[in-house]
């Protein structure tokens, strides 16, 4: 199970951070994915970060803007959004999927599970 938090309201070039509760399961193992949707607008792979925590992954939108992190005895992870502007404006969800490994992926249906989302605006 996960469940997101951290989502609000913010004015343009200002900061939140979002946090993804894991249980259930060990993020060892685990691959964590974030993701995002606007109004109208498709599900966007935004970060990523493998269950080794060597590797991950930014959409070119938020990169050096957002930054991924885990706490694994915390079972969580987080992303830290900085500089943000209104086209970040979203529902933002974390996904997992059991891959043990370097990799995690961009793609929506790349992962199994799926918390609540947690809607990010950005407004002045």
């Known amino acids: 199970q996960l469940q997101a938090s951290g989502g609000g309201k913010a004015q343009p070039g200002e900061s939140l951070r979002l946090s993804c509760a894991a249980s259930?399961?060990?993020?060892?193992?685990?691959?964590i994915g974030w993701f995002r949707q606007a109004p109208e607008k498709e599900r966007e792979g935004v970060s990523c970060i493998s269950s080794s925590g060597m590797s991950r992954y930014y959409a070119d939108s938020v990169k050096g803007r957002f930054t991924i992190s885990r706490d694994v005895a915390k079972k969580t992870v987080y992303l830290q959004m900085d500089a943000l502007n209104p086209e970040d404006t979203a529902v933002y969800y974390c996904?997992?999927?059991?891959?043990?490994?370097?990799?995690?992926?961009?793609?929506?249906?790349?992962?199994?599970?799926w918390g609540q989302g947690t809607q990010v605006t950005v407004s002045s």
């Open positions: 259930g399961f060990s993020l060892d193992s685990y691959a």
């Open positions: 996904a997992t999927t059991y891959y043990i490994g370097d990799y995690c992926g961009a793609l929506a249906d790349e992962y199994d599970f």
